[in-house]
């Protein structure tokens, strides 16, 4: 099956850093999602993209659809603490009957003051 | 009002025991699905269920089985609780598998951290 490989794994950044992370794939994805989790919370959406190439922001977050549809990468400037948690990138396809998503292992970020 | 909710939030048991974890979703999705997050906290699909009708079935063992009364809710029964099972599990939901992509956003619940003693 396809496999996420997402980096980093952990980050300790200094509060106003920026902070980049990213996910490759071994097989093509149609679309990336970029979900953050809190501690004991479930995952919540943060970015969505749709489209190779696609460049798209929320607020201090942007992200990317690769062009080769096998990898994305997520921005994230000007770090403040309530950035701390663990961010997955997903990938899902759009054929199939499950549409199911896929996700990498996750990068725990932490944020010093 | 919560989304997508989970009961219970904690759930320590023996092992060898039946539990069941229950799942309900207020935004009229017709998909529902299960997770299960192991403790390198990777996130992998267990079930889907469209509609009440069973759409993904990944490689779990038959003591788990999923339940889905009505699309709003599936539960999921787990038979003889083995120590491997300890883990958290998550819920979501999506509008609908066959419409756009961008309407089949996955929304999580808050998890059920189960520890299987």
């Known amino acids: 099956g396809q496999q996420l490989n997402q980096s980093p794994q952990s980050m300790f950044i200094q509060e106003g850093e920026d902070v980049s992370m990213n996910c490759t794939s071994s097989s093509i994805f149609n679309t990336w999602l970029w979900y953050k989790q809190d501690p004991g919370e479930g995952p919540v959406l943060l970015i969505a993209?749709?489209?190779?190439?696609e460049l798209t922001s929320n607020g201090r977050l942007t992200a990317q659809f690769g062009i080769t549809r096998k990898d994305s990468f997520l921005n994230i400037s000007a770090s403040i603490p309530s950035d701390v948690g663990i961010y997955f990138c997903a990938g899902q396809l759009s054929s199939g009957s499950a549409r199911q998503l896929t996700f990498g292992s996750g990068t725990q970020l932490t944020v010093l003051p | 009002d919560t989304a997508v909710s989970q009961t219970p939030k904690y759930l320590v048991t023996q092992m060898g025991n039946d539990k069941s974890i229950k799942c309900e979703q207020n935004l009229g999705h017709d998909t529902m699905y299960w997770y299960k997050q192991d403790s390198k906290k990777f996130l992998k699909i267990m079930f889907s269920y469209n509609n009440k009708e069973l759409i993904i079935n990944e490689t779990v063992p038959n003591r788990f089985s999923p339940k889905s009364p009505d699309k709003a809710h599936l539960n999921l029964h787990i038979n003889s609780l083995e120590l491997g099972d300890s883990a958290v599990y998550f819920c979501?939901?999506?509008?609908?598998?066959?419409?756009?992509?961008?309407?089949?956003?996955?929304?999580f619940g808050a998890g059920t951290r189960l520890s299987v003693l």
């Open positions: 993209l749709y489209k190779a190439g």
């Open positions: 979501a939901s999506s509008q609908d598998r066959t419409v756009t992509l961008a309407k089949n956003i996955q929304y």
